[in-house]
């Protein structure tokens, strides 16, 4: 038995270990369908504040941008507080124009000290991460839509 | 007799997470304990009221960290209630293959808390390495490590990848190589047998009288599962089994927890296998929720977790989106409670044997809180 356990351990010992060295050698695992950090693309948003009542922690402010926008006429665009996001996607859901996208660049990269740059305004949003990154969470996701359930009913 | 009496909790590192429990001590000998909960309360019951039933769902996740895709589970069965819908086919196969991956999870990330006390730190790390392969999978499959908020009222959020089938078999593989090395490793070490042997007993007709359920009611020998007793979802298509134990003491609960895994992992393997290549993935649901009553009735890693949904449509202030009422019940507290004072008042349990006796309770004590 103890022979036996002692073999089990040399084993071990000789793998290679689990952890990642991030962010010295490797960057955070991702896939592609990990939901990080929001994409806006301004040029698609209609300010229609869908996200804003999607969003179950209350992340989501819209602010006034001036400057022409021919789509929205009330010049809002949505910006997220990342010290309140939850990363659950219902904004890029509930988005009608799929302006809101969002990308793998993890919240490992958005670690700050500073509490006040947690805010990301719109203009930042619609800035992509400075760091490799794809975009991961569209609407795409969610093709082909769903269907009404068809007529008969029945428990869940 | 002089009585002391300790707090253990909620930082000490022998406390099962944000909980404190007040002993009641002679020398070494626990006479009595009492759970003090209320350090994890974040009022989610009262804050769903205010929100939308589709953001409720991502609240609902984090009532129990270890285990959260029961909690959706027992809260989209709730919802599919009141709604009238039966999931697709396909998306009832994803719920089960996600359920089972969570309490895969769940039970590996108990190995890890279980392991510590008795002070087998390699099993540990061996654990948390078999989980690390679970939550990728979870990455893959639902864009997130802990919180997935996959599982949706009418079917799945959006449908499973491509290469489900590979990637899955080979996740598992990975992961049943590692849970076969800590079965040879710690559960069948003398040691380990030594220290939980006998320790915690609790017999049949007292687990079911005390309200425990999970793997501490079967445990003690009793067969029941919910799983198997509703067959909801994707369980009645599949074959597997009821693992139990006998004497009803810390080894056994821990040798169910272990003999599940096979199960859990059994289960996906013929999950995938069956699942339809295509068809819907989920139902589209009107925003308004009808009036209804929907209570959602699951096997969770710990036990029975039940979501009971009340939606009115004479709310005041007239709130259609959102549900009157929610509760939640989570199987933690009956074992933290009835079930561990019964032990505690039965059995000489010293101050180092506690951690084992509630190490093989697997509390979340977030359930306890919400
Ligand atoms: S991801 Fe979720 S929590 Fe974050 S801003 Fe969008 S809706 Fe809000
Ligand atoms: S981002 Fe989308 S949902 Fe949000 S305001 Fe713009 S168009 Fe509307």
Sequence with gaps: MVLKLLGLGFRYLLRRPYTRLYPYKEPPFTTERTRARHLLYMDRCIGCRACQLACPADAI?????????PKNRLKIFP??????????GLCVEACPTSALVMTDYTMEHLITEDKSTTLYTPEM?????????????????LKPPPQPPPKKGGGG | MRKLQVFLGPQHPGAPGNVAFLLTLDGERILDVDLIPGFLHRGFEKMMEYRRWDMDLVMSARICVEDPDHVELSYTHAMDQIF??????????????VAEFSRLASHLLWMMHFAGPVAARYATSWAIAAREEVLKWFDYVAGHRIYHHYIYPGGVRWNLPKDLKERTLQVLDRVEGLVRDME???????????RARDVGRLKASDAVRLGATGPVLRGSGVAHDIRKALKYDAYGMVDFEIPKGEYGDAYDRAMVRLREMYVSIGIIRQAVQQIPEEGPYRWRLPMALPPGEGVGRVESARGEFMTHIVSTTEKPGGRPLEPYRIKFRGPTMAHLTTVLKHIVHNEEI???DFPVVVGSLDPCPPDIDR
Excluded: N
Excluded at chain 1, 79 to 88: L, M
Excluded at chain 2, 86 to 97: C, N, V
Excluded at chain 2, 184 to 194: A, T
């Design chain 1, 79 to 88: 910006g997220v507080d990342y010290s309140r996001c939850t990363y659950c």
């Design chain 1, 125 to 141: 949003l619609a800035e992509p991460p400075k760091g490799e990154h794809r975009v991961t969470f569209t609407k795409d996701l």
């Design chain 1, 61 to 69: 402010k819209m602010y006034k941008i001036e400057g022409e926008w």
């Design chain 2, 84 to 97: 009238g819908v039966d999931p697709p086919e396909r998306a009832k196969y994803a719920r089960t293959i």
């Design chain 2, 350 to 352: 010293t101050v180092a």
């Design chain 2, 184 to 194: 040879r490793g710690f559960f069948l070490h003398p040691v380990f047998q030594r």
